[in-house]
């Protein structure tokens, strides 16, 4: 199936409409979400709550003895929150930075998990098969009430951030100040950390254990090269993972043997890429950019301002000199002096330069600020 026809089955196709529906759905709510991890400082967390969840999910099939994902999901989330406050737990109680209690508990409960499951795939019973697809996900098992699920999911989240946008905003640039005015920090804290929790139990169908934490912090990384408004990096953000979703999705169902999760996380880590080349603001081209334009700006300031240094000592300012002076300038070269001629800071006759009134004006603004500073 080529790309065109994908696009052109995605509205009529059961299958098609609803995995994408559901891989954009999912997109969105973990770019949205993601954004004040990133923020936070707390990338790592998403990769420690997608592998807390997994033992969730093994305990929650031994107890009832079937595949339903509302409910192997509900034990997700459980292991998932238990997890995430034990992280709380050992940072706020012991001396422990929290990248350490990220990695006992990200190690201890998906240890744990692979073990449980271990154990069920070794018993006699056919319904265990197929729960592996948690470590990796696995899109074509989605079906409607899933996309209902994370579209409700989806609304509740963004209720909830636009209800709270004051306090989860100073919260995130100055918990210190929201403790003055009197905000419980602890419960907003708690409520930000749910709901990434939430968003990453819902994803674990679709992308898996291994690959969650970067569907929820490659959109949001990728927002944040290109604004520094919160509210902004938010909508880019779930923009950027709507279209992972649905290109990833779309590539995967056009070529033969592609997992969707791993296709969707490629795109999305081609949004991070190029938008940490190509971002105006903090991309690395336009850096390189503006750092050529600074040094050549430099060069013409210092060439001026040494120009000036010989033109103040004549009465005339045009009394025109030899450029073998400016040879020995360690500023000067041939381009920088025709960028001044260009500037009509400089007039060139042969081999002989003059400043204009205009190259003295600046020539001379320049030298007293070399002298100043």
Not at 118 to 131: C, E, F, M, V, W
């Amino acid at each position: 199936m080529s790309l065109n026809e994908y696009f052109s089955l995605v509205f009529s196709d059961y299958t098609l409409r609803t995995i994408t529906l559901g891989t954009a759905i999912l997109g969105a709510v973990c770019g949205m979400l993601g954004s004040f991890a990133v923020l936070r400082k707390q990338s790592l967390l998403g990769d420690a709550i997608s592998h807390a969840a997994l033992p969730g999910i093994a305990i929650a099939f031994l107890i009832t003895g079937a595949k339903d994902s509302n409910t192997l999901l509900l034990g997700a989330l459980v292991s998932g929150l238990i997890g995430t406050f034990w992280i709380k737990g050992i940072t706020s109680k012991t001396h422990l930075k929290s990248d350490t209690a990220l990695g006992l508990i990200l190690s201890l409960f998906f240890g744990f998990g692979m073990l449980l499951l271990t154990y069920i795939q070794k018993q006699p019973n056919a319904n265990q098969a197929g729960l592996d697809k948690y470590l990796f996900g696995q899109a074509a098992t989605l079906v409607e009430s899933d996309v209902w699920l994370m579209a409700v999911v989806t609304g509740l989240c963004l209720f909830v951030i636009l209800l709270f946008w004051k306090e989860f905003k100073i919260l995130l640039f100055d918990p210190d100040y929201t403790k003055t005015l009197g905000f419980n920090t602890r419960i907003i804290d708690i409520l930000i950390t749910s709901f990434i929790v939430l968003a990453i139990v819902l994803g674990l169908q679709t992308v898996g254990v291994v690959l969650m934490s970067a569907m929820l912090l490659a959109p949001a990384a990728a927002a944040r090269q290109w604004t520094n408004s919160l509210s902004t990096m938010v909508i880019l953000a779930c923009i950027f993972g709507a279209l992972s979703g649905v290109f990833g999705t779309a590539i995967s169902a056009s070529q033969n043997n592609l997992s969707t999760g791993p296709v969707i996380v490629l795109v999305a880590s081609v949004f991070v890429l190029f938008s940490f080349i190509f971002s105006p603001s903090r991309g690395v081209l336009f850096r390189q950019l503006r750092f050529i334009k600074n040094r050549r700006d430099l060069e013409q300031h210092k060439t001026l301002a040494f120009m000036y240094h010989i033109a103040k000592t004549h009465d005339n300012i045009s009394h025109p000199h030899t450029i073998k002076i400016l040879n020995n300038f360690q500023g000067f070269t041939r381009g920088t002096l025709q960028k001044l001629v260009k500037k009509n800071y400089v007039e060139l006759d042969g081999n002989m330069w003059s400043l204009t009134d205009d190259g003295f004006k600046k020539a001379s603004n320049l030298y007293n600020q070399q002298n100043n500073e």
